[in-house]
């Protein structure tokens, strides 16, 4: 989930992507600031809800990880 309104600048995984915790995910611009997002746990990557490009808000669904 998105800790923060911003807008999408790099999505660095695809669906079906094996991941480890600590991995990159998403990379979010906020506040003209980049913020590289990491997976919180290992699993493979399960659906991308967002594309390059997308403003989203605060606690927006970016990536599922099935654990």
């Given at each position: 989930r998105a800790p923060m309104p911003g807008l999408v600048?790099?999505?660095l995984v695809e669906v079906g992507q094996t991941i480890s915790?600590?991995?990159g995910l998403v990379v979010?611009?906020?506040m003209k600031m980049e913020n590289e997002l990491r997976a919180g746990t290992d699993g493979?990557?399960?659906r991308i809800h967002v594309a390059v490009g997308d403003a989203v808000g605060k606690d927006t669904l970016l990536i599922e990880v099935q654990a």
């Open positions: 600048l790099n999505i915790a600590g991995d979010l611009e906020a493979v990557v399960d």
